[in-house]
C-alpha cells in the first residue's frame, strides 16, 4: 500500500507539472499506482488507509511465528503459504512484500545474509 509520504510527493509532483510517467519513475512506483491515487485528496487516502490498515495486521503474529522458525524464509514463499493456509486472504503481493519488510525490520528476524557468495572467475590456461 501507497504510504503517506509517497502520497504526499506524488502530489507535490504533480502540483509541478510533472507528468504521471515520470513520477511513476522519480518515486519507483508503479504507473498504474500513480493512476490510482493521481485525482484522490488527502481525505480520502487517510480514509482508506484506515479501512485498509489492519488487513495485514491480522496476519502480523502468523507472519512472526514463521520468521521465528525460518527467518531465511523467501516472502514468495511465506506469500504462497498464507495465502494456502487462509482461503480468505486477498492482498496483493507488493503489498505483503513491503508489510513483511517492515515486520522483519521491526522484529529484527532479518534475513540472514549468505555465508558463501559464488563469483564468477575466468581461468585462462596457457600452454606451452
Same mark, same amino acid.
Given at each position: 500500500? %501507497?504510504?503517506?509520504?509517497?502520497?504526499?510527493? %506524488?502530489?507535490?509532483?504533480?502540483?509541478? $507539472?510533472?507528468?504521471?510517467?515520470?513520477?511513476? =519513475?522519480?518515486?519507483? !512506483?508503479?504507473?498504474?499506482?500513480?493512476?490510482?491515487?493521481?485525482?484522490?485528496?488527502?481525505?480520502?487516502?487517510?480514509?482508506?488507509?484506515?479501512?485498509?490498515?489492519?488487513? !495485514?495486521?491480522?496476519? &502480523?503474529?502468523?507472519?512472526?511465528?514463521? %520468521? =521465528?522458525?525460518?527467518?531465511?524464509? #523467501? #516472502?514468495?514463499? !511465506?506469500?504462497? &503459504?498464507?495465502?494456502?493456509?487462509?482461503?480468505?486472504?486477498?492482498?496483493?503481493?507488493?503489498?505483503?512484500? =513491503?508489510?513483511?519488510?517492515?515486520? &522483519?525490520?521491526?522484529? $529484527?528476524? !532479518?534475513?540472514?545474509? &549468505?555465508?558463501?557468495?559464488?563469483?564468477?572467475?575466468?581461468?585462462?590456461?596457457?600452454?606451452?
Amino acid at each position: 500500500m %501507497l504510504s503517506i509520504q509517497e502520497y504526499k510527493k %506524488l502530489q507535490e509532483y504533480k502540483e509541478l $507539472g510533472l507528468s504521471k510517467v515520470k513520477v511513476s =519513475k522519480k518515486l519507483n !512506483l508503479s504507473y498504474k499506482t500513480i493512476c490510482n491515487w493521481w485525482d484522490k485528496d488527502q481525505a480520502f487516502f487517510k480514509t482508506f488507509q484506515k479501512n485498509h490498515e489492519y488487513v !495485514l495486521d491480522n496476519y &502480523r503474529q502468523y507472519i512472526i511465528e514463521i %520468521l =521465528k522458525i525460518s527467518p531465511q524464509i #523467501n #516472502n514468495t514463499v !511465506l506469500y504462497k &503459504r498464507i495465502k494456502d493456509d487462509f482461503s480468505e486472504f486477498d492482498v496483493q503481493s507488493s503489498s505483503f512484500f =513491503k508489510y513483511v519488510k517492515e515486520v &522483519r525490520e521491526q522484529t $529484527g528476524l !532479518l534475513k540472514p545474509k &549468505r555465508k558463501f557468495q559464488i563469483s564468477k572467475r575466468i581461468y585462462i590456461c596457457i600452454r606451452n
